[in-house]
């Protein structure tokens, strides 16, 4: 989308839908004082009311109290309006930028709820009979000079959390480990200051990564270890960056049951964000070093997949027993996290869709932070509260641990006892870190059925702001 920040009046801007809040309990703006429909609109959170001014379409965006007002609240409406934006099908959409003691924030608000609310996946609608549905192609913010720089930095980000969800949302006959590497290289071709390695299945067999080819295994289609650098030029620690990558979790020998399987298809959610985030941070020129390391695989049933009881060793040389084959998100992440480490990555944050039981532990509404480090942890704690994508902290414990220990191996990948699914999954990637200060992040519930208004119910992209978020923050 093109966004641009522009210091004029609302009746000079040419666009064909302008928003403007209201606020509860107060008087509507002086710029619509007069306008039809003015008069009767709302200033209630989430209420739209359709005014008429110059021959202008003028949707009034009721904010609520002003004191209620957050950056929250002005996603929410930012994306409601957004969606009227499709309704009348305007191209362009200009938006009164509310008066609040943060202009930069409130312009960064708008923009993502704008962006992030206008998104539809229609890459597999076969070509609708009429003309295809116009989409938001403008938003012009009107607002005091000053808020370009924070309304671009939006812009980007915004646009690499919807890339993720178009990634999330492909079919996995269509989004393979090679299609979640081809787009690293991508990435990579399209700046300077990335480049990608791409690890095959050869590569992965001689160096021992026997957790990736044990989950892959069981199917035909070839794993890649992806790995994506970012040289910012920082001169803080490298940010290393895991991302599960399972473009398809059958559950493999340890079948799932069918009910809603389709969704697996997004076991890939880590891994998308993963890379826009990093597309986002060069994009935007962050001073930071980073390093991802994604690796992609299918979980698959088969006659040569892992069987439950099998013994694999991991890249760091530790021998897991792999008691339930659905279990695989941590089989894969073990081994990146290794590499990571080796790599040189300083400090690590990963992103999984790892367990069921952070779904019942936090809904939606929080992702889960396991980390060895209070620093870290409480870095991107403060940056998912900053970008909207909230997270609460989970402890680890050696009791937890304990439950990790294996019958013949160094390790089981199924804890033995089922309570605090969530925490013994993060017990056992702790074993692959080190000393490295790690954030694990479980984002099996945000990363699609959210419901929010800007994030629908589908795919969220999830962990893209809060990982841009982060390393605005590592880097200032
Ligand atoms: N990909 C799933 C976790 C998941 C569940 C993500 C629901 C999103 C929604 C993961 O690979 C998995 O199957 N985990 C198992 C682990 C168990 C066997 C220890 C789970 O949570 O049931
Ligand atoms: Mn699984
Ligand atoms: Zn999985």
Known sequence: MKVVAREIELGEVEADLAAIGIFEGEPVPEEIVGATGAETAKGAYKTLSPAFAGGGRIVLAGLGKREELDAERLRVVAALVAKEAGRLEAGSLAWVLPQTDDDASAAEALVTGTILGSYRFDRFRSEPPEEPAPRLESLTLLAADGVAAAAEIARAY???QNRARDLQSTPANFATPATLAARAEEIAAGAEAVSAEILGPERLEEMGMG???????GGPVEPRLIVLRY??????PTLGLVGKG???????ISLKPGAGMDEMKMDMSGAAAVLEAVAAIAELGLAIDLIAVIPSTENMPSGTAIKPGDVITQYSGKTVEVNNTDAEGRLILADALTYAVE???ERIVDLA????AVVIALGSTYAAVIANDDELAAEVVAAGARSGELTWRLPLHPEYK???????????????????????????????????????IDIAGTAWDVGREYTGKDASGFGVRLVVELARELSA
């Open 158 to 160: 915004a646009e690499a």
């Open 231 to 236: 040289a910012g030029g920082g001169e803080g």
């Open 402 to 440: 304990e439950l990790m220990k294996g019958k013949v191996a160094d390790l089981s990948n199924l804890a033995s006892q089922r309570k605090a699914g969530t925490i013994t999954a993060a017990s056992f990637l702790e074993e692959f870190v080190g000393n490295t200060p790690w954030a694990h």
């Open 211 to 217: 957790g990736l080819l044990a989950v892959s295994q």
């Open 246 to 252: 399972v473009t398809f979790d059958t559950g493999g």
């Open 353 to 356: 869709t790892l367990t069921g």
């Open 343 to 345: 790599l040189g990555a």
